[in-house]
Nanobody, 111 residues
Framework: QVELVESGGGLVQAGGSLRLSCAASGRINDMGWFRQAPGKQRELVAVMAGSGAAVYADSVKGRFAISRDNAKGTAYLQMNSLKPEDTAVYYC????????WGKGTLVTVSS
């Protein structure tokens, strides 16, 4: 069993930046982030494979960047030029033989 622990959420004004971190307690292949806004379905934000290949949601391309420190088992999501519509609970995602989820961290972007 692998535990994923997120950190770095909070309140920021539109146009600001935040960096999320996710630490895995064990070996993970793919790591990334999904988010869920109130009343909406959970959606992919960015995921990076162990190879380093990454996919992004169209809505965050050019603004968000995912990175990993495999030695530390940690993934990061640098979020720039934040918009009110980025407000959501952000969940760390990890995949090995099964899928793992963190408990989520709230990001609130004020206008």
């Amino acid at each position: 069993q692998v535990e994923l622990v997120e950190s770095g959420g909070g309140l920021v004004q539109a146009g600001g930046s935040l960096r999320l971190s996710c630490a895995a307690s064990g070996r993970i292949n793919d790591m990334g982030w999904f988010r869920q806004a109130p009343g909406k379905q959970r959606e992919l934000v960015a995921v990076m494979a162990g190879s380093g290949a990454a996919v992004y949601a169209d809505s965050v391309k050019g603004r968000f960047a995912i990175s990993r420190d495999n030695a530390k088992g940690t993934a990061y999501l640098q979020m720039n030029s934040l918009k009110p519509e980025d407000t959501a609970v952000y969940y760390c995602y990890g995949a090995a033989t099964i899928t793992y989820w963190g408990k989520g961290t709230l990001v609130t972007v004020s206008s």
